[in-house]
């Protein structure tokens, strides 16, 4: 495998984008609710529409970016060489 430069950069996420997740989460089209008291049927709605509404409504993604660029960030392209194997 070929490494090209590697680059350090910091994160910034794209306020667009970050509106446009919210819009997309406030349109959430939900299921009718499970039909058992557990997690058989996969995640209980009400657990889900809580999480969906804290990422809509107080989920702090400039903090989360601020403790990630706490830590070296790097971007590289990778150029991956075909290889052949006899067994």
């Given at each position: 495998m ?13 306020q667009?984008?970050?509106?446009d997740?919210?819009?997309r ?18 995640v209980?709605?009400?657990?889900l529409?809580a999480?969906?509404?804290y ?19 790097f971007?590289?392209e ?10």
């Open positions: 070929e490494f090209k430069e590697i680059v350090p950069f910091t994160y910034h996420a794209p667009n984008a970050l509106d997740l919210k819009q989460l406030a349109q959430t089209r939900w299921p009718e609710r499970e039909t058992t008291n557990d997690w058989s049927e996969g209980p709605l009400e657990k529409r999480l969906i509404d990422w809509r409504t107080d989920y702090n993604w400039r903090r989360c970016e601020e403790a990630l660029n706490q830590f070296p960030q971007r590289t990778m150029i991956a060489s075909a290889f052949t194997s006899s067994t």
